[in-house]
């Protein structure tokens, strides 16, 4: 059977590319939770986030070579970049693509339409100012990526790899913590359970949408430093399949439950590499999108399918 041959050879690497997912998935969920909305531009976002950690890491390291701690300054460093530059691009968003449209009560659509539109600009954009071939982030590691740090089971784990889940689980535990014990988290439940009673109660519902598309953001701009800081380096196309692999996990999981995301994204990944034993990997992205078309005409709400405001 496939699965008997190497299965932690290629369930480790589908873990991380899940939690990539997941992390990229979360601002999906969150963005519809309050609005209702899928925020096609958020795979832009996802780039936003690993060219601001192409930058500092390539201007902080330049020709060093990192060694000790100063490799996980570095990464953490990355990180905040990629967070902070997709946190910027998402409040833009939503202050510049879908406030307005708020304030004028427009139908759904018009909402879809400025999404795709702003996707679009962004993508352009950034082929434009920063050039349309792919470009390497500065290492901060003196290890090679590929170098097996330890091992489960007898499969060498990557340092990459073992990057990608630290910061992903510690990005994950915070969410939930933010969402489930916070003020702001009460806000974010209360607007994606009832808007309207949630203004009437006191609730700034426009701030606590921004504040929720900046979230969204500083989770899809660190995934896309963790990205880029791989082998699959930074471009200004990077977002599109990944966004739209996350985009899957994120309905898998159930859209809006965040729990959900992170699930949906985790098993997404297993899946995917999976399918490279059993099946080719040609057919990964086949099979990712496969499983899109069978969740929505098999169980729509997804595994987890709760509202966000119900999901605490």
């Not at 530059?85 to 510049?96: D, H, I, Q």
């Amino acid at each position: 059977m496939c699965l008997t041959h190497n299965f932690w050879g290629f369930f480790v690497p589908g873990l991380a590319n899940g939690f990539l997912y997941a992390l990229i998935a979360l601002g999906y969920t969150l963005v519809y939770g309050v609005l209702q909305l899928i925020n096609f531009a958020h795979s832009e976002v996802f780039m936003s986030g690993g060219f601001a950690g192409l930058f500092t890491l390539n201007w902080l390291i330049g020709k060093h070579h990192p060694a000790g701690m100063s490799s996980v300054g570095y990464v953490v460093i990355g990180c905040v970049a990629g967070a902070v530059g997709g946190g910027v691009v998402a409040y833009l968003l939503e202050r510049v693509a879908y406030r307005p449209l708020r304030r004028r009560h427009a139908p759904k659509l018009a909402f879809l339409i400025s999404a795709i539109g702003a996707s679009y600009f962004l993508l352009n954009l950034a082929g434009k100012e920063f050039g349309r071939d792919s470009r390497p982030i500065a290492q901060p590691f003196t290890q090679t990526q590929t170098d097996p740090l330890f091992k489960i089971f007898g499969t060498g784990v990557s340092l990459y790899y073992a990057v990608i889940a630290v910061v992903a689980i510690i990005m994950l535990v915070m969410l939930d913590r933010l969402v489930n014990k916070t003020r702001l988290g009460q806000g974010i439940r209360a607007v994606a359970q009832d808007a309207d009673t949630a203004g009437l109660m006191g609730v700034d519902i426009n701030r606590v949408i921004a504040q929720t598309f900046i979230v969204g953001g500083l989770l899809g701009g660190a995934a896309g430093f963790l990205y880029g800081l791989g082998p699959a380096n930074v471009s200004y196309t990077m977002g599109f399949t990944p966004g739209l692999k996350a985009f899957t996990a994120a309905v898998l999981g159930g859209i809006g439950n965040i729990r959900g995301a992170m699930l949906g994204g985790l098993l997404l990944g297993i899946i995917e590499n999976l399918s490279v034993a059993c099946i080719s990997p040609s057919w990964v992205d086949v099979v990712s999108f496969f499983i899109l078309v069978l969740v929505l005409l098999v169980r729509p709400t997804g595994i987890l399918g709760e509202r966000l405001g119900r999901s605490a």
